[in-house]
């Protein structure tokens, strides 16, 4: 008799789903090196023309400002309640985690969805390749469960004393 699959744990799940989505600005580059206009041999080609200075410096100064964001607003998370369970503590970090993830996300992509519209507008894919790059970098810092993220998730969720479980999830309890 076969035995069921084993059911993935929270860490391993939520780190599916990040690197999903850290992995989806990439595609939408490869889509867009087709689909982007211009023969590479022509002079002003979609892949080798240059960016207005002004819709880069949008890019750079958007993300620039989601830079010192994301910090103050994507970690506001609702501390727990002393008193619950531990099991719905858990399940309860996890909820708002993920919430929050899905916030600091959906901030973190914005300048790979304006990137993908000035490249359009400009007629130059480097703006992508720009919004994509400082896009990734923010997912990297803000969505990806590194032990920073986690901590700094963590601790409003535990300004009450109940501990949230996140860090023996992620495998960061117990190290310096």
Not at 10 to 32: E, H, K, N
């Amino acid at each position: 008799m076969t035995q069921p699959a084993p059911t993935a744990s929270y860490a391993q799940t939520y780190r599916i789903l990040t690197g999903s989505l850290l992995g989806a600005p990439v595609l939408i580059g490869l889509v867009l090196l087709f689909v982007g206009g211009t023969d590479p041999g022509e002079e002003g080609s979609w892949l080798t023309a240059t960016p207005d200075p002004l819709f880069a410096g949008v890019l750079v100064v958007g993300g620039a400002a989601l830079f010192a964001l994301l910090p103050v607003m994507g970690y506001r998370l609702q501390p727990l309640e002393p008193g619950t369970e531990p099991e719905a503590a858990r399940r309860a970090a996890q909820g708002r985690f993920q919430a929050a993830s899905m916030l600091r996300f959906a901030l973190a992509e914005a300048p790979v969805l304006v990137g993908i519209a000035l490249a359009f507008v400009d007629g130059t894919y480097l703006l992508f390749l720009l919004g994509a790059v400082i896009g990734l970098a923010l997912m990297v810092l803000h969505v990806w469960p590194s032990r920073r993220v986690v901590e700094r998730s963590a601790e409003p969720l535990e300004a009450r004393g109940v501990d949230s479980g996140l860090r023996a999830e992620f495998g960061y309890a117990g190290h310096p």
